[in-house]
């Protein structure tokens, strides 16, 4: 199971904490009552989608042999206009980096992370439509 605890500082920042003991800052804009301190927990969401299908991918394309020099996530996420203003949309877009990077392989790693493997797409599916796509940059 895994666990976690979010503890209020001041006005609107908080911070988290894993069970795994890494702590981040969360806080929200000065025209809300924030400070802008910290980053927004629908941020830390997209961040958490991109690092989930990144780990994913990259332990596949170990796996394949290929030389991955580098993976840039790239996320776009559109949220309501309405409360709860959830993500409606979200874009996701992958940027391999690498030599002699073989399409097949690239394109594989990134349709098994975002289908099979990926818990944080899997989820969002039924509340946001995510689109991804893939850029392979050969070194």
């Given amino acids: 199971m895994l666990t976690a605890k979010v503890k209020w ?4 920042q908080f911070v988290g904490e894993s ?3 890494h702590a981040i800052v ?3 804009d000065k025209e809300v009552g924030g400070n802008n301190t910290g980053m927004r927990p629908m941020e830390l969401l997209l961040i958490g989608l991109g690092g989930c299908s990144g780990m994913d991918i990259a332990s596949i394309l170990q ?3 290929q030389q991955v020099a580098d993976i840039e996530i790239h996320i776009k996420g559109q949220k309501a206009d309405t ?3 959830k993500f409606t949309d979200i874009e996701i877009e992958f940027i391999v980096s690498g030599k002699d990077l073989t399409e097949d392989a690239v394109k594989r790693a990134v349709e098994l992370s ?3 493997y990926c818990s944080v797409k899997a989820t969002l599916e039924g509340t946001a439509k995510i689109n991804f796509n893939y850029r ?3 070194t």
Avoid: A, R
């Avoid at 500082?9 to 609107?12: I, K, N, W, Y």
């Fill in 9 to 12: 500082v001041d006005g609107l």
């Fill in 19 to 21: 069970g795994t003991g």
């Fill in 26 to 28: 969360m806080d929200g």
């Fill in 63 to 65: 796996k394949k042999k």
């Fill in 83 to 85: 409360y709860p203003k």
């Fill in 114 to 116: 975002m289908e099979k």
């Fill in 136 to 138: 392979i940059i050969q």
